[in-house]
């Protein structure tokens, strides 16, 4: 079955350390996202990539990084520098044609808690 | 700035009853306007989808009703069910991608 696949479904994270959030897709869709959750203020986006080797910032960006070497993966590091990280993290992909159709699958997301 | 206002954040219908969530956009370049529907721990689905050649699209049970002039979109969900009872969240963009979210209706239906 295609689809999402996010990893951890829950991750705990230490003052000062960085964190990854895994997610692959094997959908052959173009275009990755990150949004985080946040209760009462819906999804925002935090990056995105539409090609492989690029990605650009959302709303959102300061105190994370992403990777887009592969087509199938986008990573999220969360780093030390995001001072509010405790969220549900959603990843998303969708096939980049015009008049499309479809819209984004999302991943089951990952819920990220600071300790 | 947050282009797309969704009302109400809850909402409580009775089982058979019409449930309505409002949005509304700011971006006139907005082409395309989803609703995703979200249950606990788990990412958002695609539920229904519409662009603004038409005013409005049905799917089963879901209606979206369409307003170019009042930069306007609402759902419908009629013969609210049990299994309905989940956070809804309409979108736009321009194309397709880079979705733009509202904040989320948190719908109940009781029996």
């Known amino acids: 079955d295609g689809g999402i696949t996010q990893s951890p479904k829950y991750l705990f994270r230490k003052e000062g350390q960085n964190v990854t959030l895994s997610c692959e897709q094997n959908?052959?869709?173009?275009?990755m996202y990150w949004y985080r959750q946040d209760p009462g203020q819906g999804l925002r986006l935090i990056y995105y990539s539409q090609i492989v080797n690029d990605f650009q910032k959302g709303d959102i960006a300061e105190g994370y990084s992403v990777s887009r070497e592969k087509k199938e993966s986008f990573p999220l590091t969360v780093t030390s520098a995001q001072k509010n990280p405790t969220a549900f993290y959603l990843c998303?992909?969708?096939?980049?044609?015009?008049?499309?159709?479809?819209?984004?699958?999302f991943g089951s997301g990952t819920r990220l808690t600071v300790v | 700035q947050q282009q797309v206002k969704q009302s109400p954040q809850s909402l409580i219908v009775q089982k058979g009853g019409i449930s309505i969530i409002n949005c509304a956009y700011e971006n006139t370049a907005f082409d395309y306007f989803p609703w995703y529907q979200q249950f606990p721990g788990k990412g958002p689905a695609l539920l229904i989808a519409i662009r603004p050649d038409v005013s409005e699209k049905k799917e089963g049970r879901f209606t979206i009703s369409f307003n170019k002039s009042a930069k306007q979109f609402s759902l419908h969900i009629m013969d609210s069910q049990p299994g309905d009872s989940a956070t809804y969240f309409c979108a736009a963009s321009f194309g397709n991608e880079k979705l733009t979210f509202g904040t989320g209706t948190r719908l109940t239906i009781i029996p």
């Open positions: 998303a992909s969708i096939i980049r044609a015009k008049n499309h159709g479809g819209g984004y699958t």
């Open positions: 959908l052959n869709h173009d275009a």
